[in-house]
């Protein structure tokens, strides 16, 4: 080794030192990562690499960082070499690879291997045919030469072979490659099946266990050259392996491969003679819950859980009554894994594997393709379902100290109940009024039983019913059941978590009883009772809201009354803010069924402390709000306008949202044309303030559609004269202002005196945010805004959009140059701006000077964009739609601008080679599918990664 060599080996491994240590000083870190980068790029990096991983004083971590300094270099100059060198390459690549099995460090093996595999995928077909073959004969003659043992030899080849096949599976390839090496898969496959099942009956559990993970890896190819017929001889053994604990999980991700594979469908006998294999883990299944052993358990319960989860339909459609028996004892053996006894997720995780079976099971069962499955069905499986609802509701129950259950369990465990809770919706679908009935059942008997926790038994049954009547309103609207509910609301153990969910409960029966109103006088009294417990009022007021809504024709005066007294109470409470804005809209869901009388005197009560802080801001008051104060006040008059949605007829421009926005205005005039510090608004809230204010308006103007015309003078502008919406947006920009842009021009753009100014709108807020462009790009929320306001307004009436012909050459500048920001919400804003140009442009004249001048650009960045080169995932998965709309609409431009485009070396990426660029043009020069195309411009972009 020369001395530079020596030099460079010596450094790289102090890198790698500096780079392993956790507790290396982040200035040190910083400068060996950079170092170490500037290596892996430089013409050293094979040569360094390659010294360092035979040395045999190279540690673990230097072995696997000096395979990463190859891997490097084979992506910057692999694709620039001849044929002589792409051999060496390939070759010395191999005796790495023979180099790294016999060192028995799995590690680098694994490292090394992936190595290889780069190679190979650069190689085949031009310089590598055989891939698989000469593999296993380099090991063999390693191991004929004495170089290593054949266990090792054995090991080094199949994790080639698990590697590649995993490097498929996460980057398929396309063109010549991926049939080379189909073709190849198929031919190799008995070879490797036959070495593995002789590696499956070794008494070697590392040998067992590689070659079950390269079994697995290849069975799980999306075109498995990996049959049903070449594994039926080997899957008897792996079931047997299941059972051993030290090889269980691989053997376990074996079986599971088999059955997620697609082609498995083809094969229902095997499948069949799967299911009693699945069985037979029960016994075993059963010993692992009674020692405890929750990992062995949950490895035995993986297979069976898999195996009905893809595939139902087949295990289901038995075809005589072995079978039959054989899919009840699995469908037995899965609730088993259900109940897994414990607390989860403290005690136990097992039973979750089961959920996704569940509700597919469920449908599958209830609503077969036939009328004749659907029959036989109802024999063979619906009397499982009473069982499995008993069995759900136990494992819904809480515990009984809150202090067992905390942080991210106590998260982890709502989710699971809530997903219980889905699975009683189904069984509800199947059940009917027999579920309702069970649920009840178990509420009365828990509610009767004297034990000191009978609560949670109730609480969980309490839980199923509300799942149950998710589904109840198109399931049995008209049963006999929920009566019964109502009745034993006042019976209830006075445990917090219990009338939590009865009351959530009640709120979803809100749809029965608009159908069954008579039952309103049961209910509220409970409803306004918990509103007087502070543990009780954020569930009780969403339960009040929900009712309002769905019964709004029931609410008579009498009912409004009785809610509103106890609501209106509450608001001389100390309540949290969480709670005070639900009260808020809950009152505004009960005024909004009032009388218009009514209505608006209940409205000016509610709004009155607001307003009054609002009115501050006005010109001449000598009292300003604080920030605080400003800020809780546009929130409460936020909410009411959401809320106030009038189902009755009120007379013309007497809405109670116009009359709270009408009584805001003078304070909200000023704070849109006023910059807010003259307010005594402090700089750092002021933005936030402005912002909250327009998402009142723009929530007002949601309520008001066509109402809002009152302020379009005052919004849009007249004549030459800026709008609030613009003077505001020069001020402080807010996404807020273009929503509410948006929503006026959605409401207004049918209607031809207000063309004029919403055109005029839209070319100043564009003027106003190019002029500040670097600015604003910081803002993705606002930027977002913008291109959505454009894309919108250009959609629903390009007429009026582009009577300021200008805005169509800002709108494709812009989206261009949105397609380049970071942030995802900016760059999809960007896809839909330019799409909607793209398909516009063929009815839309003002579009032809602007694609003329800038669609060159704009594909210029698409490209850049799909082939990596912005490091951008979003990029690089939604910007292929702008070339696929190209195609449809501006094809002979796109195949022009692409060619010229192409003519430069090295773009879009250097990696990208000539032959792939022509074959990109000429496909475009065909008439292609969009799916076609799609794929096209996916192997296009992984040529331009070198792949």
Known sequence: MDSDLESLCSQATEAVQVLSIGDSDGDDVNRASQWFEELANSEQAWEVGNALFVSEFSSTEVKFMSVTLMQTYLGNAFGAADDATRVQIRDAAIELLLTAAASRDRVVLSKTALLVVAVAYRSVPESWSEVVPSIFEAHAEAVTNGSMPEDMARIGALTFCKEIADEILENPLSGPTRTALAVEFQGAAPTIIGVCGEELETQDAARIICALQCLASWISLSNSPVTADLLTDHISLVLELVLIPEVRESAADMLVAIVKQPNCEKHPRLVMELVPAANAFAGPFSDAVENGDEEGAAELARFPVYLADNHIETILNVGDVTEADATRELIGFLMHILAYPGQFPIQETVSKTTFYFWSIYVDAVTDPLTDELLHRYKELYFDLFVPLLQTVITKMQRVADDDEITGEDLKEFNEYREELKDVVSSLQLALRGECQGILLDILEQAISSDVEDNWRGAEAALLGLWGSAQTLAFSDPDNEHTPRLFALLEHLPPNNHVITTAVHTV?????????????????????????????????????????????????????????????????????????????????????????????????????????????????????????????????????????????????????????????????????????????????????????????????????????????????????????????????????????????????????????????????????????????????????????????????????????????????????????????????????????????????????????????????????????????????????????????????????????????????????????????????????????????????????????
């Not at 442009?841 to 060159?856: C, D, H, Q, V």
């Open 507 to 947: 709120a979803e029966f809100a749809e029965w009883l608009d159908k069954h109103p008579d039952h309103l006088e049961q209910v509220l009294p409970f409803l306004l009772q918990a509103l007087q417990v502070p543990d009780f009022v954020g569930a009780a007021l969403d339960a009040i809201r929900e009712i309002s809504q769905e019964c709004e024709e029931h609410l008579d005066t009498n009912t409004i009354d009785t809610i509103l007294g106890p609501c209106v109470g509450l608001f001389d409470l100390a309540i949290s803010r969480a709670n005070r804005e639900k009260l808020v809209y809950a009152v505004c869901k009960v005024i909004s069924h009032a009388p218009h009388a009514r209505a608006l005197e209940e409205t000016e009560q509610l709004c009155a402390p607001s307003l009054a802080v609002i009115l501050m801001l006005q010109e001449g008051s000598e009292e300003r709000p604080s920030v605080r104060e400003l800020d809780f006040a546009l929130q409460e008059l936020d909410l009411v306008c959401t809320g106030l949605t009038v189902t009755h007829s009120v007379p013309e421009l007497e809405h109670p949202v116009l009359a709270v926005i009408k009584a805001a205005w003078p304070g909200l005039d000023r704070l849109f044309s006023t910059p807010p510090v003259a307010l005594g608004i402090d700089e750092d809230d002021s933005k936030d303030m402005v912002a909250r204010a327009w998402k009142l308006i723009h929530s007002a103007l949601m309520t008001l559609r066509s109402l809002a015309s009152v302020f379009l003078d005052a919004l849009l502008g007249e004549d030459d004269r800026a709008g609030l919406i613009v003077t505001s947006f020069e001020i402080y920009p807010s996404k807020f202002v273009l929503d509410c842009a948006c929503c006026l021009y959605g409401e207004f753009q049918e209607w031809e005196p207000c063309h004029e100014a919403l055109a005029r709108m839209l070319t100043q807020l564009t003027n106003c945010y190019t002029s500040n462009f670097e600015c604003q790009r910081e803002e993705p929320d606002v930027t977002a805004g913008l291109l959505d306001l454009l894309s919108t307004s250009i959609q629903l009436n390009r007429s009026c959009a582009f009577l300021n012909p200008d805005v169509a050459a800002y709108a494709l500048q812009l989206g261009t140059e949105g397609l380049k920001m970071r942030e995802r919400p900016s760059i999809l804003a960007a896809v839909r701006l330019t799409c909607v140009l793209i398909r516009k442009s063929s009815e839309a004249p003002e579009l032809e000077r602007p694609f003329n001048e800038y669609g060159i650009s704009l594909l210029e960045t698409v490209y850049y964009g799909i082939s990596g080169s912005m490091a951008r995932s979003t990029a690089q998965e939604e910007l292929p739609k702008i070339i696929i709309d190209l195609y449809t609409s501006l094809r002979p431009q796109l195949i022009e601008w692409t060619s010229n485009l192409f003519e430069e070396d090295g773009f879009p990426t250097a990696a990208c080679t000539a032959e792939a660029k022509r074959t990109l043009v000429a496909q475009l020069k065909l008439k292609c599918h969009r799916n076609e195309l799609k794929k096209l411009l996916e192997r296009f972009a992984n040529a331009c990664r070198g792949f």
